[in-house]
């Protein structure tokens, strides 16, 4: 069966987590949306619209006969091996029925080069686990057909509640340091910038790879100072991490997929968006 124009139908793997849950929130109003949770919670259980999936105990493909969305989105975390195997499902059944695999990456991608940020089109390559995971991945969806693909490579994402500020605040609360990489030099995001880029491109039916990351670099010390410098008002500890004695960069930039002005974003605006 391909899919036209009609509306379409969504299953986001990974529903319950921080960005699956934004993307969720984002595209519900829009499409016939389905999510995946992995913890029993009644507000899931109770939601016809939820399904429970263990990615180490679960076979993907019932959930997506059950579904039979016309977009997947891939925001699961989990057992990378597991994960692996649940993606090579995904991309049969991607094969099978002509629909769209939404795969959200990661710079660590590129975390093996250091000189400088990295484009769309760069050679991917990793010098971690997750970051080789990532890249296993997204080469194994972009064997498929590649107008059914679109490979979403994101930075550092922020947002009021999301678990990098929890995780400052929990530091804090317990008198504990925070860490900073003074010779880190990235770009970051916000999650509800992310949700919207998302939903223009399942709308525009765009497909390839997306470098989602703020139009700008910054420095890791001199933003994560400027969350704390909001996130409290005593006096913080913090503890200078030195990887390296040069400039590293982790930062994913666009350059041939750009998306439209108002869904570009700067490191000042996610800022300011936090301080709200």
């Known amino acids: 069966m391909k899919y036209g124009e009609q509306k379409h139908r969504i299953l986001i793997l990974g529903a319950s987590g921080y960005i699956g849950h934004s993307i969720y929130k984002e595209l519900g109003p829009y499409f016939r949306t389905f999510g ?9 259980e109770n939601n016809k619209q939820f ?10 493909y019932e959930i997506l006969e059950a ?4 977009v997947i989105i891939s925001a699961l975390r989990g057992d990378f091996h597991a994960q692996t195997i649940a993606h090579q499902h995904i ?3 991607v094969l099978e029925t002509g629909c769209k695999i939404i795969f959200l990456s990661s710079a660590n991608a590129f975390d ?16 971690s686990v997750y970051g080789h995971f990532k890249i296993k991945i997204e080469n194994l969806l972009l064997r498929l057909p590649k107008k059914q693909v679109a490979i979403i490579r994101l930075p550092m994402v922020f947002g009021v509640n999301c678990p990098r500020i929890q995780e400052i605040k929990q530091l804090i609360s317990e008198n504990a ?13 916000l999650d509800k910038k992310v949700t919207q880029q998302i939903h223009y491109i399942i709308n525009r039916n765009k497909y390839g790879v997306f470098h989602l990351g703020s139009t700008d670099l910054v420095h890791h010390d001199e933003f994560i100072k400027s969350i ?3 996130v409290s008002k005593e006096k913080v500890q913090l503890k200078h991490v030195f990887t390296t ?3 590293r960069y982790l930062a994913v930039l666009p350059k041939f997929n750009k998306l439209p002005k108002h869904l570009q974003i700067t490191s000042q605006k996610v800022l300011e968006e936090l301080q709200k």
């Open 51 to 60: 399904f429970q999936y263990n990615v180490e105990e679960d076979d993907v």
């Open 245 to 247: 004695n040069d400039d």
């Open 112 to 127: 093996a080069y250091s000189k400088y940020p990295s484009y769309e089109l760069d050679k991917t390559l990793s010098h």
């Open 177 to 189: 340091s925070v860490e900073i990489f003074p010779n880190l030099i990235m770009n970051v995001t």
């Open 91 to 93: 991309a049969e059944y």
């Open 228 to 230: 704390v410098s909001f």
């Open 36 to 44: 995946t949770y992995r913890t029993p919670r009644a507000a899931y």
């Open 67 to 70: 579904c039979k969305p016309s």
